[in-house]
């Protein structure tokens, strides 16, 4: 089981969600189950308008989930995906602090989940 906070401007207040172990689901399909409005456009990974910063709240357990070629594509073509964080996914498996809703899957690990409300905005 996993405790993920989600923070945004356009919250009333912060939520505190239960995420199942193993069920798999993204972090957008988790918010909107949990009726939390992450501005998405594609699902697919493909446009960066579910732009979320995720921060790790169980110190050295950081869970490694790969990006995926598009995720990182589109990081980086938004300017979210600094030279030294890719490196540090690709070689480490460690995660970079911007991800996107539609692509990153929720572990058992506790999270931050950051976002402005705005499409592309984190």
């Known amino acids: ?11 009333r207040k912060n939520k505190k969600v239960e995420a199942v172990a193993g069920k798999r689901d993204a972090i957008l399909g988790l918010a909107e189950s949990n009726g ?7 699902r697919d990974g493909e446009c960066g308008s579910c732009l979320i910063k995720v921060t790790h709240l169980d110190g050295d357990r950081i869970k490694g989930i790969m990006l995926t070629d ?8 938004i300017g979210k995906l ?10 480490h498996d460690i995660p970079p602090t911007y991800r996107l809703a539609c692509q990153t899957i929720v572990t058992d690990e506790d999270l931050l989940v950051e976002f402005t409300g705005e499409p592309g905005g984190a």
């Open 70 to 77: 598009k995720e990182r594509s589109v990081l980086k073509s």
């Open 1 to 11: 089981m996993a405790t993920v906070y989600f923070s945004s401007p356009t919250m």
């Open 82 to 91: 600094p030279q030294h964080e890719a490196e540090r996914a690709e070689t």
């Open 36 to 42: 939390i409005k992450i501005p998405c456009e594609c």
